[in-house]
């Protein structure tokens, strides 16, 4: 049974930082993406960023790009999301999914690409 579980979200300040993690298991497909997704309220889920397993290719949202990095770390079948100098709009509860395939439409963060979900983690940004 694939499990992806989130952990790490909470309240921060503006300006600050906070690492969300994603730990993956039972997933055995060979070349896959870990997709980090958001959604706030009232709004549409959203894709933030993901990493391909096959090379590290990684995909960033146009509105984090420079303040979020996406990492994994394969000996812990873990990947995180170090967010930096975050703003009340980054407020949303924030998803890691997983795709059995790394495709053009996954690493540009199509939701559609995603089977498997966690069930996600809060983020607030106080202003």
């Known amino acids: 049974e694939v499990q992806l579980v989130e952990s790490g979200g909470g309240l921060v300040q503006a300006g600050g930082s906070l690492r969300v993690s994603c730990a993956v298991s039972?997933?055995?497909?060979?070349?896959?993406?870990i997709g980090w997704f958001r959604q706030a309220p009232g709004k549409e889920r959203e894709a933030v960023s993901c990493i391909s397993s096959h090379d590290g290719t990684t995909y960033y949202a146009d509105s984090v790009k420079g303040r979020f990095t996406i990492s994994s770390d394969n000996g812990k079948n873990t990947v995180y999301l170090q967010m930096n100098n975050l703003a009340p709009e980054d407020t949303a509860v924030y998803y890691c999914?997983?795709?059995?395939?790394?495709?053009?439409?996954?690493?540009?963060?199509?939701?559609?690409?995603?089977?498997?979900w966690g069930q996600g983690t809060p983020v607030t940004v106080s202003s």
């Open positions: 039972g997933f055995t497909y060979d070349d896959y993406a």
């Open positions: 999914a997983a795709a059995g395939f790394p495709s053009t439409a996954a690493m540009s963060g199509s939701l559609a690409e995603y089977d498997y």
